[in-house]
């Protein structure tokens, strides 16, 4: 079984950097991809970005040229660079590694337990 534990996220100001960390445990090499969400207060779980097989990237508009996402096999770490950021992108946000991929749900899919990131204006 896999377990994935977030950290990075905290307090920064509009403009400012953040890199968060999604470090694994157990096989994760059986997941097709590596994907970050995040859940504002009172709005649904979103996408932001996911990284595939042969590292293939997807990232959403809202973060497009903002965030990059990249992973360390060898630490098994997936990482999600956070740049420009603003205040809309106050969030919790959740390491996931997907069974099928990351478009859509699965009984496969294992989640992190989710970090902090509040950006004040």
């Known amino acids: 079984q896999v377990s994935l534990v977030e950290s990075g996220g905290g307090l920064v100001q509009a403009g400012g950097s953040l890199r968060l960390s999604c470090a694994a445990s157990g096989p994760v090499f059986n997941f097709n991809a590596m994907g970050w969400y995040r859940q504002a207060p009172g709005k649904q779980r979103d996408l932001v970005a996911f990284i595939a097989q042969h590292d293939a990237v997807v990232y959403a508009e809202s973060v497009e040229g903002r965030f990059t996402i990249s992973r360390d096999n060898a630490k098994k770490t997936t990482y999600l660079q956070m740049n420009s950021l603003k205040p809309e992108d106050t969030a919790v946000y959740f390491c996931?590694?997907?069974?099928?991929?990351?478009?859509?749900?699965?009984?496969?899919?294992?989640w992190g337990q989710g970090t902090q990131v509040i950006v004040s204006s």
């Open positions: 996931k590694a997907c069974g099928v991929t990351c478009l859509v749900e699965s009984a496969y899919d294992e």
